[in-house]
């Protein structure tokens, strides 16, 4: 017999934990971070289990990914960030916390504190 899988996401999904929904489809669900590291920090997950990139179907990745798209959108419209960060972990040394695959949207602003490993961008 399998184990049941229900990770933190999950219990947001079937509404157990309370969460603040941006979108949902049949796929997917987008909420706000409950731990945000800029205004307007968003989640995006499948309404499906997969633990991260490696075990993710191609077509909930797809999905996942045409959400993701909407939510940043939404968010670059209402908050006007200077840029936007979209950020995934995979495993433990990786930076991966729950092990069910999720999409951070990331609002950049000025002066954000934010540090990125890499950037030539120079703003004039």
């Known amino acids: ?22 979108y949902e489809d049949e796929h997917t669900y987008a909420f706000l971070s409950n731990q945000p590291v ?23 990745l797809a999905h996942i990914f045409a959400t993701v798209k909407k939510v940043t959108l939404a968010i670059k419209e209402t908050l006007n960030p200077i840029g936007i960060n979209i950020h995934q972990n995979n495993e433990v040394g990786g930076g991966q916390a729950v092990f069910h695959i999720h999409f951070h949207i ?8 934010i540090v990125q490993w890499h950037t030539d961008y120079r703003p004039d």
């Open 106 to 113: 990331i609002p950049r602003y000025e002066n954000d504190n």
């Open 1 to 22: 017999m399998q184990k049941e899988i229900d990770t933190t996401f999950l219990k947001i999904i079937k509404g157990d934990l309370p969460s603040y929904k941006l």
């Open 38 to 60: 800029t205004r307007g920090h968003a989640l995006v997950i499948p309404k499906i289990h997969a633990e991260n990139m490696y075990d993710v179907s191609p077509e909930s």
